[in-house]
């Protein structure tokens, strides 16, 4: 293997998510401040559904004390199931769809939505287990969920969200506004 | 001489005044000697008549003589009719066209001899298939074809269609004459008339080998010849058995008619003789034209052809790679072998399938991978080792992206022994991989002892659109590393067939547990990826 010339360049190489992924964004989900988050849109059109780095969740040395995928008294995103190439039996999922509730030590509670419409194909258990995931590799390892859109909304899903850009410009003037004073 | 007795006379005499072609009489007397079909038909018709006419003063010959005349009269009758001197611009119906035809020089004779003696017209059973139809003329149109596709082969089979009232109308013969053929022989029963496909070959065979010179004509070759016949006139004798017999024509998909031969066959199986009497003419009506002859159609046998790829290339597709029905990159590794393989065999196209698969950017070094082709029908197969190899050499010095090796043809059963090895073989592999936090050779040494490793494999997000969710257990034989630097390593593994390796490294979101993050603490990546050897010992290695 020839690799002589990379190997300055590969210390700043793209990460998986960058080679494979698009990022977009939804803001202050619901109107709700700084609830910000990220859908990883793979090029086969699969999207994983995380936090963005803005959300408080991820701010202020937070810490989480539960994670519940039962979003209502019957409906449970853990007892989803897909069987199959086609996925079949995999919940219908829109916008605004809560996929789990997070609550920090300090009684704070998040809902967390799906963002997108598609069908939810899993929810990460992982973090269930060990829930310090979610704050340590929120983008990685501590992934919500991933949701397959239909094909033929696989390209219209995402005109809805913010791309990357329009998304760190929302955020530079929210801190603006911070520092200003009112 | 012809094989016949004296009890197939009454036989004989039936089916001729019923407008019987020679051969179709010599079937329905159950004759087997193929010799007597391959005489020309109008002498056979002669020497049938010479038969008959030997015992003219039988009773029963008499009235089916008398029948016959009477019929020959009625049917001379209808063309009188018809005005011989038609204007040009107003063409005269077939029927009326033929009939002339068959009686251009009307003379005093009796119509019923010179309708025996004269051409005889098409026959009613089998619609002119046992006459002109496989006579010189469509032994040349095959042999014509042949050559004219520049077909390489040793042997040929001979296969035919034939329109599906041909059976309704061989039933209506069968009826017509069963009572004299079970005179001859109580035992006799429809199966064993010759059927009309049995004599087409017996007749056309001999004259095709003739035309195509150095060729066997046998039951069962790679290369078959195919003819087919319609005849639009009597379509329709069909469609009476589907208000009969409505569970045998169910339309189905891909089928163009439901009147098809097997359908027919089944439904004139479940008729009685009684109810088919009152829906067809016994015998069958005359037709005024014969089939005419479709296309005639060449296919060789699938040849494969296997042996091991390298590439290598990082941006070669092992198939074409099409995204929204737009071409992501120019050529791929079936491709590149395929064009040459093509060419030497001449074949229509091909299947490609190989032992697993490799990323576009992953390199395939070692002795490769194994793969087979199957052709679509080559018009030459039988290539020699010479010929072989010279095309194994053809293939690498087309491209530098890929190297050919063991090109051989093998046989379809073989093939599977390649997909056996797909699961439970193993394969090699080196990642160059990257971690997060600087390393020492003495932080990935331990991996060195780390054996039969099993990986709990969630399909990986970049495969899950199209395959079903799972956890997948995969084993890690063995792991070597190999430092390069403070954030570079080396790292070969053995591991056991479909075992997604980018994902062990990186983890895939934590969807592969255990994977190279966990064991080293830190975030790796996969950089590039190299599969050493696929160890399935198939196909064989052929010596350089």
């Not at chain 1, 509670?109 to 310090?132: A, D, H, M, Q, W």
């Not at chain 2, 087409?200 to 035309?211: I, M, R």
């Not at chain 2, 593994?493 to 980018?502: E, L, N, R, S």
């Amino acid at each position: 293997m020839d690799c002589l010339e990379q190997k300055d360049t590969e210390a700043t190489a793209p990460s998986v998510i960058d080679r494979y992924y698009t990022r977009w964004y939804r803001a202050d989900m619901k109107g709700n401040p700084c609830e910000d988050h990220c859908i990883l849109q793979h090029s086969n059109r699969l999207c994983v559904i995380t936090l963005a780095e803005t959300h408080p969740i991820l701010q202020d040395g937070r810490s989480i004390k539960s994670i519940n995928y039962q979003i209502s008294d019957g409906c449970s995103r853990l007892n989803n199931k897909v069987s199959g190439k086609s996925k079949r039996g995999g919940q219908f999922v829109t916008d605004f769809a809560p996929l789990c509730r997070i609550t920090c030590t300090d009684e704070t509670e998040y809902t967390i939505y799906s963002c997108i419409r598609g069908r939810l194909l899993e929810v990460n258990e992982s973090i269930l287990k060990t829930p310090s995931l979610l704050l340590k590799k929120p983008f990685t390892d501590g992934y919500i969920a991933v949701i397959l859109p239909k094909f033929e909304e696989s390209k219209t899903i995402t005109e809805n969200l913010l791309s990357r850009e329009e998304f760190e410009s929302i955020v530079s003037k929210r801190s603006v506004a911070e520092s200003q004073p009112s | 001489m012809l094989p016949l007795k004296e009890k197939d006379k009454p036989v004989v005499q039936k089916l001729l005044s019923a407008g019987c072609c020679a051969r179709c009489v010599l079937r329905f007397c159950c004759v087997s000697v193929q010799a007597a079909y391959r005489k020309p038909h109008q002498e056979t018709l002669k020497e049938l008549q010479a038969f008959i006419g030997n015992t003219e003063n039988g009773k029963s010959q008499d009235s089916v003589a008398a029948d016959s005349t009477e019929e020959n009269n009625k049917s001379h009758d209808a063309t009188v009719p018809e005005p011989a001197d038609e204007p040009a611009d107003d063409p005269p119906s077939k029927r009326a066209k033929l009939e002339l035809s068959g009686t251009e020089a009307p003379s005093e004779e009796d119509a019923a001899e010179e309708k025996l003696t004269e051409e005889p017209s098409v026959c009613v059973v089998c619609l002119g298939i046992l006459q002109e139809l496989c006579g010189t003329t469509q032994a040349v149109k095959i042999a014509e074809k042949v050559k004219a596709e520049k077909y390489e082969f040793e042997t040929l089979v001979l296969s035919v269609s034939l329109p599906a009232q041909l059976c309704v109308r061989e039933h209506s013969c069968w009826l017509h004459v069963k009572k004299e053929l079970r005179e001859k022989s109580m035992a006799v029963d429809k199966d064993d008339v010759v059927q009309v496909k049995e004599a087409f070959k017996w007749v056309l065979q001999g004259l095709v080998a003739k035309e195509i010179g150095g060729v066997a004509v046998v039951a069962r070759s790679l290369f078959e010849i195919s003819v087919g016949f319609t005849h639009k006139e009597t379509d329709a004798d069909c469609h009476f058995l589907a208000t009969t017999c409505a569970d045998c024509f169910r339309p189905t998909k891909n089928k163009q008619s439901v009147f098809t031969r097997m359908a027919v066959v089944k439904a004139l199986e479940k008729i009685s003789d009684t109810k088919f009497l009152t829906h067809y003419a016994c015998p069958p009506a005359k037709p005024t034209s014969s089939c005419s002859s479709q296309d005639v159609q060449c296919l060789h046998q699938c040849v494969f052809v296997a042996g091991r790829y390298n590439k290598y290339s990082r941006s070669l597709p092992q198939t074409p790679w099409v995204i929204d029905g737009e071409r992501r990159m120019e050529s791929s590794v079936e491709e590149l072998i395929a064009e040459s393989v093509l060419s030497s065999f001449r074949s229509e196209g091909f299947n490609f399938s190989s032992s697993g698969r490799e990323d576009v950017d992953v390199r395939t070094l070692g002795t490769g991978r194994p793969f087979a082709m199957e052709l679509l029908n080559p018009h030459r197969s039988n290539l020699s080792r010479a010929e072989m190899k010279l095309l194994q050499e053809t293939i690498n010095n087309s491209s530098d992206k890929i190297k050919v090796r063991d090109l051989q043809i093998v046989s379809r059963e073989a093939m599977g022994k390649m997909k056996e090895g797909e699961e439970d073989k193993t394969k090699s592999y080196t990642a160059l991989i990257w971690t997060l936090k600087p390393i020492q050779s003495e932080d990935i040494a331990f991996m060195d002892d780390i054996k039969d490793l099993t990986l709990d494999q969630k399909t990986p997000l970049r495969v899950l659109h199209r395959r079903a969710l799972a956890v997948r257990p995969r084993v890690v034989h063995s792991m070597k590393t190999r430092f390069l630097d403070s954030h570079h390593f080396y790292l070969e593994m053995k591991t056991q067939a479909g075992t997604y390796i980018k994902e062990f490294v990186h983890g895939d979101f934590g969807r592969t547990k255990p994977n190279l993050c966990e064991l080293l603490k830190t975030d790796t990546d996969i950089l590039e990826l190299d599969v050493e050897s696929v160890d399935v010992d198939w196909p064989p290695s052929i010596p350089e």
